[in-house]
C-alpha cells in the first residue's frame, strides 16, 4: 500500500452462534488495493446479549 492508493474493504459472515444468552458472530475480512493485490486480511468474532 503507498499513499494515494484507492482501497475497497470487504466481508463476510462465516458463522452465527447463540450460547448462554449471548449471540456470537464471526466474520472474515480482506481489503484490497486498486490493482486488486489482497493487501490485508483476517477475522473478527463479536458477542452481544440475544
Known amino acids: 500500500m ?3 492508493d484507492e482501497l475497497t474493504f ?3 459472515v462465516v458463522s ?3 450460547a448462554s444468552g449471548h449471540e456470537r458472530v464471526t466474520v ?3 481489503c484490497h488495493t486498486d490493482t ?3 493487501a490485508l486480511s483476517g477475522s ?3 458477542e452481544y446479549p440475544a
Open 2 to 4: 503507498w499513499p494515494g
Open 10 to 12: 470487504t466481508g463476510r
Open 16 to 18: 452465527v452462534d447463540e
Open 28 to 30: 472474515e475480512v480482506a
Open 36 to 38: 486488486g493485490k489482497r
Open 44 to 46: 473478527a468474532v463479536a
